[in-house]
C-alpha cells in the first residue's frame, strides 16, 4: 500500500522533517560555476518546527558547498500518486525527487530516471547501505536511485492486553497457532475487545492478505509476472486461519475494517490485541489515533519464510546537468545519510517533540552506519526502545519481499477474497481464489 512518505520520514524516525525554500542565487566556487537544485519534501507550513530545521540544514548545506543552491518544493507528503505521474510526465519533477519501490521498475523502464552509477561515490556509506535494498534501485548494472527507506512487516500487538489476558508481553507469539491462541483470551475479556485486526476493503485488504502469503512462503505472481499465484496452499492456508479465527474462535471481532484507518482507529482504542504491520503502525497508533505509546510492542512476522517490504528511493531528474546531480547526491548525503545530521539528528528531534526510537527504516541494517544509527536513536528515545526489541532481531534473519507489479490492482480483486472470508461464515476459500485468479490474470493479460 502506498504510505505516508512524510510521515514515515518524520514521526517514525524521529526526524526534523522536511522543507523550506533556499534563495534564488547561489555564489559560485572558485573557478566554479553557480548551480541549482530543486528538492523535494518540503514540510507543510502548520509544522514550523520542522520548517526551521529544514532551513538550518538547507543554510548548512550551502554553506558547506559554495555555489549550490538548494530549492525545496512545498508538498506533503512527498510521493503524492495524484499529482506523480503528471509531473513526472510533463517533466516537472525536481532535481531529486521521491519514488515508492512499487514504482521503481516502471519510472527506471521509461527512461524518467538518471543513471547515477557515476556519482554514487557521493553518498559517503554508500557501501554499508544494504545490498539487496540498493540491489531495487539497481537495473543492468547501472543505479538509478538512493535508498532512503526501507520497511519490513511484522506483527504489531497491544503489551496491555496481553497482560490482562493473562500472557507474557515479553514473549509474544512466534506461530499463527500461538496468535489464535493469544487472540482467544484477548477476545475473552468482553463485549467489543478483538483478538487479531484485519483488513477487508479499500485495497488493504489484499495488501494484508499479500503480506500473510509472503510470511508463509507464496507469492502473490509468477516469477515470470505473467499469472495469478495466489491459488495456492498457502493462499488457502492464510484465508482458512482467517476463517476459522473469524467463525470458529470468534477473535477478530464483527466489525469489516475497510481502508487503512480504520484498523489504526481500533488499535488506538485500546482494544485490538494484534495485527500484521510495519514499525511505523506504532507511531501512527499513537500520534494520530491517541493509542498509549507504552502499551504497544511489534515482534517478528509468525514463522516468516519472507516478509513484504516497502520503501522508497530518491532519483535524479534525466534533465539534470551533471553539476546538478552531483550537487543533488551531495545534498542526500547531507540530509539523509550523515549519522548525526538531518533526518538522523535524532537529538534535534528529540527537542522538537518528535516521537524517537521506532526501528522504521533499515536501510543501513547491521553495518557500521547501522548500528551508529540505533545507537544515536537509542540514546535520544522518546519512546520505549525495548518494546521494539523483538522486531529488530527478527528482522534482520527475514529475506525481503517487494511488492508485485500492479500492486494496487491486484489488492482490489484480493479484497474480495478477504471480505468474503471475514463476511460469510459458508465462505470457500478454494472458490474465493478461483474466482480472484481468474479476475487477476484477465487483468495481467491486458497489461501485456
Given at each position: 500500500m502506498q504510505r505516508t512518505t512524510g510521515l514515515l520520514l518524520v514521526t517514525v524516525?524521529?526526524?526534523?522533517?522536511?522543507?523550506?525554500?533556499a534563495s534564488e542565487s547561489g555564489t559560485p566556487a572558485p573557478g566554479g560555476a553557480a548551480v541549482t537544485i530543486t528538492v523535494a519534501c518540503q514540510p507543510a507550513r502548520s509544522a514550523p518546527k520542522e520548517r526551521a530545521a529544514w532551513d538550518d540544514d538547507v543554510a548548512a548545506f550551502m554553506k558547506a558547498h559554495p555555489?549550490?543552491?538548494?530549492?525545496?518544493?512545498?508538498?506533503?507528503?512527498?510521493f503524492d500518486p495524484k499529482t506523480f505521474g503528471p509531473k513526472l510526465a510533463g517533466g516537472q519533477m525536481e532535481t531529486a525527487f521521491v519514488v515508492p519501490v512499487t514504482t521503481y521498475a516502471d519510472v527506471i523502464g521509461k527512461g524518467q530516471a538518471m543513471d547515477v552509477s557515476a556519482y554514487t561515490r557521493e553518498i559517503k556509506n554508500w557501501n554499508d547501505l544494504r545490498a539487496d535494498v540498493r540491489e531495487l534501485v539497481t537495473r543492468d548494472g547501472k543505479v538509478y536511485g538512493v535508498p532512503n527507506v526501507?520497511?519490513?512487516?511484522?506483527?504489531?500487538?497491544n503489551r496491555k492486553l496481553f497482560t490482562?489476558?493473562?500472557?507474557?508481553?515479553?514473549?509474544?507469539?512466534?506461530?499463527?497457532?500461538?496468535?489464535?491462541?493469544?487472540a482467544r483470551k484477548i477476545a475473552a475479556l468482553g463485549p467489543g475487545y478483538v483478538g487479531y485486526g484485519e483488513y477487508s476493503g479499500g485495497n488493504t485488504g489484499g495488501w494484508h492478505f499479500t503480506q500473510a502469503l509472503y510470511g508463509r512462503g507464496g507469492a502473490v505472481l509468477t516469477d515470470d509476472g505473467k499469472k495469478a499465484a495466489f491459488n495456492s496452499p498457502e493462499g488457502k492456508a492464510v484465508l482458512q486461519t482467517l476463517h476459522d479465527m473469524r467463525w470458529s474462535d470468534n477473535s477478530m471481532g464483527s466489525r469489516l475494517l475497510v481502508g487503512w484507518e480504520s484498523l489504526m482507529m481500533a488499535m488506538g482504542s485500546g482494544?485490538?490485541?494484534?495485527?500484521?504491520?510495519?514499525?511505523?503502525?506504532?507511531?501512527?497508533?499513537?500520534?494520530?489515533f491517541k493509542?498509549?505509546?507504552?502499551?504497544?510492542?511489534?515482534?517478528?512476522?509468525?514463522?516468516?519464510?519472507?516478509?513484504?517490504?516497502?520503501?522508497?528511493?530518491?532519483?535524479?531528474?534525466?534533465?539534470?546537468?551533471?553539476?546538478?546531480?552531483?550537487?543533488?547526491?551531495?545534498?542526500?548525503?547531507?540530509?539523509?545519510?550523515?549519522?548525526?545530521?538531518?533526518?538522523?539528528?535524532?537529538?534535534?528531534?528529540?527537542t522538537l517533540g518528535n516521537p524517537v526510537g521506532v526501528p522504521d527504516n533499515d536501510v543501513y541494517g547491521d553495518s557500521a552506519t547501522g548500528k551508529a544509527i540505533q545507537a544515536?536513536?537509542?540514546?535520544?528515545?522518546?519512546?520505549p526502545v525495548r518494546n521494539y526489541a523483538p522486531y529488530v532481531r527478527a528482522a534482520a534473519t527475514v529475506p525481503p519481499k517487494a511488492e508485485p507489479a500492479h500492486a494496487q490492482e491486484l489488492y482490489a480483486i484480493l479484497d474480495v477474497v478477504m471480505s468474503g472470508t471475514l463476511s460469510r461464515q459458508d465462505a470457500d476459500p478454494g472458490k474465493l481464489l478461483a474466482d480472484a485468479e481468474a479476475k487477476a490474470n484477465a487483468l495481467l493479460a491486458a497489461k501485456g
Open positions: 524516525l524521529g526526524l526534523s522533517a522536511t522543507a523550506c525554500g555555489g549550490v543552491t538548494v530549492k525545496s518544493t512545498d508538498q506533503q507528503p512527498c526501507h520497511y519490513g512487516v511484522g506483527l504489531v500487538y490482562q489476558a493473562g500472557l507474557d508481553p515479553e514473549t509474544p507469539p512466534a506461530t499463527w497457532a500461538e496468535i489464535r491462541e493469544a482494544k485490538v490485541g494484534m495485527m500484521l504491520g510495519a514499525p511505523d503502525v506504532v507511531t501512527d497508533v499513537v500520534n494520530k493509542g498509549n505509546v507504552a502499551d504497544y510492542g511489534i515482534t517478528g512476522f509468525p514463522e516468516a519464510k519472507a516478509s513484504l517490504s516497502g520503501g522508497e528511493a530518491f532519483m535524479i531528474n534525466p534533465k539534470a546537468t551533471p553539476e546538478q546531480a552531483k550537487a543533488a547526491l551531495q545534498w542526500l548525503d547531507f540530509r539523509y545519510n550523515t549519522v548525526g545530521k538531518g533526518r538522523f539528528d535524532f537529538a534535534r528531534g528529540k544515536e536513536r537509542e540514546k535520544n528515545a522518546t519512546l
